[in-house]
């Protein structure tokens, strides 16, 4: 079965720069969701979007944004990297906004060096 | 705001049961699922019960007890490959009221089978 699609797997990035995390849910999903998991960290909660429309928001920094693109994919945008943005990136999707059932994709290592 | 306790650590021996449980606090309960990480992997989606009982899916299984705001997993004939991280997370309203369910994770149990 087709599972949650997320590249890079791993983004080695210096202090101050740019960088764009990807994400393609399982197909007939329509919301996906982003949780950032720091070393020996639980996953916290970044922003969800159900059909293109940003749903929830949670500890997301203001250096950040999202969106969610006509096919469902979305993309998490991060600007002016800072040392403790070093984090596994998640993403996951479910079928419909209910969110009872998400499936996470791998996950995008991010080290800002 | 929301917090979830659970055990940091748990070990038992091969084909042994274990019980992982999870108490919680939150503002607007919808459920509590349970995800299972191997080091550095995606977590992997066990488990949810919105109702009181017991969920039982092969080897696993999972209780809810909203009055007690109280849940556990169970895993029976414990197996090498079930060491591992196992959160669980709870479904909640978020924050502005949100209908939809954000998860909120507790610091995870790592579980350790040794033969």
């Known amino acids: 079965a087709a599972g949650v699609i997320q590249s890079p797997r791993h983004l080695i990035k210096e202090k101050r720069e740019t960088a764009t995390l990807k994400c393609y849910p399982i197909?007939?999903?329509?919301?996906v969701y982003w949780y950032q998991q720091g070393p020996g960290q639980d996953p916290q909660f970044l922003i969800s979007?159900?059909?293109?429309?940003?749903?929830d928001k949670g500890s997301i920094p203001d250096r950040f944004s999202a969106q969610q693109f006509s096919d469902y994919h979305s993309e998490l945008n991060m600007s002016s990297l800072e040392l403790g943005d070093s984090a596994l990136y998640f993403c996951?999707?479910?079928?419909?906004?209910?969110?009872?059932?998400?499936?996470f994709g791998p996950g995008t290592r991010l080290t800002v060096t | 705001g929301q917090s979830l306790e659970q055990p940091s650590e748990v070990t038992a021996v091969e084909g042994a049961i274990v019980q992982i449980n999870c108490t919680y606090q939150?503002?607007?309960?919808?459920?509590l699922s349970w995800y299972q990480q191997h080091d550095g992997g995606a977590p992997t989606f066990l488990s949810y019960?919105?109702?009181?009982g017991l969920e039982e899916t092969g080897r696993f299984s999972s209780f809810l007890s909203r009055s007690d705001s109280y849940g556990y997993l169970l895993l029976q004939e414990l197996q090498m490959k079930d060491s591992a991280s196992y959160f669980c997370?709870?479904?909640?309203?978020?924050?502005?009221?949100?209908?939809?369910?954000?998860?909120?994770f507790g610091r995870g149990t790592q579980l350790t089978v040794w033969p």
């Open positions: 979007f159900y059909e293109k429309m940003q749903s």
């Open positions: 996951a999707s479910s079928l419909g906004p209910s969110g009872k059932e998400q499936y």
């Open positions: 997370a709870v479904r909640d309203q978020g924050d502005r009221g949100s209908t939809l369910g954000r998860l909120y």
């Open positions: 939150t503002s607007g309960f919808y459920g």
């Open positions: 197909p007939r999903h329509d919301t």
């Open positions: 019960n919105a109702l009181d």
